[in-house]
């Protein structure tokens, strides 16, 4: 049974960093789409970032461009979401994602598109 297991998430004061990473285990996602995803008390979830299989496609949330940077490690079948000069309007459960389309070249940013999701981790901003 694949799982997707988030960790990393805290609290941290507005402008600190912190590094989320996703761990997947019960099969290999080393040749799909991995993204991060967000949802805030009373909000929906959005949309934070997504690297395709070979790493050769990325994108970001507006919101998050030039703060955040995805990566990942097929090897370690891990995603990583590398999170600086944070701000109180980050504060969210963090989510990680996958999608099951092998070797797609491109990135979506649609949850509904990704069919495997971890439990979430807390990331809390104070001002």
């Known amino acids: 049974q694949a799982q997707l297991e988030e960790s990393g998430g805290g609290l941290v004061q507005a402008g600190g960093s912190l590094r989320l990473s996703c761990a997947a285990s019960g099969r290999t996602f080393s040749s799909s789409a991995m993204a991060w995803f967000r949802q805030a008390p009373g909000k929906e979830r959005e949309f934070v970032a997504a690297?395709?299989?070979?790493?050769?496609?990325?994108k970001y949330a507006d919101s998050v461009k030039g703060r955040f940077t995805i990566s990942r490690e097929n090897a370690k079948n891990t995603v990583y979401l590398q999170m600086n000069s944070l701000k109180p309007e980050d504060t969210a459960v963090y989510y990680c994602?996958?999608?099951?389309?092998?070797?797609?070249?491109?990135?979506?940013?649609?949850?509904?598109?990704?069919?495997?999701w971890g439990q979430g981790t807390q990331v809390t901003v104070s001002s």
């Open positions: 994602a996958a999608r099951d389309a092998p070797l797609e070249t491109i990135v979506v940013h649609t949850p509904t598109r990704y069919g495997y």
């Open positions: 690297i395709s299989w070979s790493g050769g496609t990325i």
